[in-house]
């Protein structure tokens, strides 16, 4: 339980009214999060949602034969548990920590009690899911129509966003299924990153040299998803004037 205002972690939580905080504040629990621990089962009802501070969270869609893509990465930008305060209660997504860190815990009941109540709560948390469909929708057409080099610089660049150093700790077998592309793929992707110094690799672990032509080297994906973010979630769009 949060007895002081420690909410600055999290972006959606730190932009939250002084009024609609003190409501949530008694049932937000900061939590440890490890790599690959599963918050959600595809077609599970959660009973908690999850606002990250340093960890970061993959969303995925499994097929029946075991095989998994994700569709969208979640950080202290955002939160786990959407399905909720939409009304459907559960999704046909899993959710698992990709990167592991602290987040804070909210019962799903007390979210979705808040967001009937408040139209400040209601405008930030529909504003943050338009920005999530956009991620998804972006990362459907990127794995659709650009090249695995592509879209590892994409993968890459959207990490580097939610952590605080240009170090990244992640195999070549998970990121391959991130992506939902063969180990392969990324190993020569990597390679070709590496042999033109943007990144440095070994078993584990990553280092990002230099962001900027990183960036030039990745699909529009990764721009086009950024900026929908900063223009639905600047601190202007996020607090409404009206009650």
């Known amino acids: 339980m949060l007895k002081e205002d420690h909410r600055n972690g999290n972006h959606l939580l730190a932009v939250l009214p002084e009024v609609e905080w ?9 939590v440890d999060m490890a790599l690959g621990q599963v918050l959600c089962e595809a077609g599970a009802r959660m009973q908690y949602v999850y606002f990250p501070i340093n960890a970061i969270f993959s969303l995925l869609y499994v097929t029946a034969a075991g095989a998994s ?3 969208a990465v979640v950080g202290y930008e955002g939160m786990v548990g959407i399905a909720h305060f939409l009304g459907g209660d559960s999704t046909p997504n899993q959710a698992v920590v990709q990167s592991a860190g602290r987040a804070y815990q909210l019962r799903a009941d007390v979210l979705k009690a808040e967001f009937r109540r408040s139209a400040h709560v209601r405008q930030l948390l529909l504003l943050y899911t338009q920005a999530l469909l956009t ?3 972006q990362t459907a057409a990127c794995n ?12 890459l660049l959207t990490r580097l966003d939610r952590l605080p150093s240009h170090h990244l700790t992640m195999t070549q077998d998970w990121i391959a299924n991130m992506l939902g592309v063969r180990r392969s793929g990324v190993t020569q992707a990597a390679a ?11 078993y584990g672990h990553i280092e990002v040299l230099d962001r900027a032509r990183l960036e030039a080297r990745a699909c529009e994906c990764y721009a086009v998803v950024k900026k929908e973010y900063e223009r639905l979630l600047s601190p202007s769009t ?4 009206d009650p």
């Open 69 to 71: 893509t994700e569709i």
């Open 238 to 241: 996020m607090n409404p004037s």
């Open 192 to 202: 070709k990153l590496q042999e033109a110094e943007l990144i440095r690799y070994s």
């Open 135 to 137: 991620q998804m929708a």
């Open 144 to 155: 659709r129509h650009h090249t695995i080099d592509q879209q590892l610089c994409r993968w």
């Open 22 to 30: 003190a409501r949530l504040a008694p049932y937000v629990v900061p």
